[in-house]
């Protein structure tokens, strides 16, 4: 199956000069979504995986599936003040100014294998900063899965010494 077929690109979303990747058409299609779901799972091999981290919002839709899959669990990454519980955060840098990610303190125990995984690897900086808040809590990164990589931005340079992993490039 060529998955690229239900990926459609939107011009200047959510801003001028972007192209959104948008992977609605793959998620709504019931033999894609399997299929992808499954070639995802494929990118991990038979490492053991403990946690399954996902960043809001879109890594939320194939992270708890890549759980499942692997019998792990799952633990969301979110913007600053979403989640209710006490959070560990990290700031990071955008193209213009900063943001900040959080997780549940006790999201993770020390010595745990995770995976990381979000839809897209753009320039790197949101996985950069998750992989910081896994290690800040003692969690062994595993490898850096990604559905969609867009390789012209060289996320992969910041992911340097990690696994990284996609299933599709740009
Ligand atoms: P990054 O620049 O790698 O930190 O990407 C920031 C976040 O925005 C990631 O969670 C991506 O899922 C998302 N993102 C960045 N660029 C695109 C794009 N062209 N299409 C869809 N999502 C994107």
């Known amino acids: 199956m060529d ?8 011009t200047d979303f959510p801003k001028e000069g972007i192209v959104f990747k948008d992977i609605t058409p793959l998620l709504k299609d019931a ?5 992808v779901t499954n070639a995802l799972f494929e990118l991990i091999g038979n490492q053991r995986i403990d946690k399954v981290v996902g960043m809001e919002s879109r890594g939320f839709f194939f992270a708890p599936l890549l759980a499942s899959k692997l019998e792990a669990g799952f ?5 600053a003040g979403k989640l209710p519980y006490k959070t ?7 193209e213009y100014g900063e943001d900040v990610l959080e997780m549940h303190e006790d999201a993770i125990a020390k010595g745990e294998r995770i995976l990381i995984h ?4 753009a320039t ?7 992989c910081k808040l896994v290690e800040k809590m003692g969690g062994e990164i595993v490898q850096c899965n990604f559905l ?7 996320g992969r340079g910041k992911l340097q010494g990690y696994e990284v992993k996609s299933l599709l490039q740009y």
Do not use: C, H, Q, W
């Open 88 to 94: 560990i955060s990290e700031v990071y840098t955008l």
């Open 31 to 35: 033999k894609a979504l399997k299929e």
């Open 3 to 10: 998955f690229n077929t239900y990926i459609r690109d939107i």
């Open 124 to 130: 790197g900086g949101t996985a950069k900063a998750v």
């Open 148 to 154: 969609i990589e867009l390789g012209f931005l060289n």
């Open 118 to 121: 979000d839809d897209v690897l």
């Open 75 to 79: 633990v969301p990454v979110r913007k």
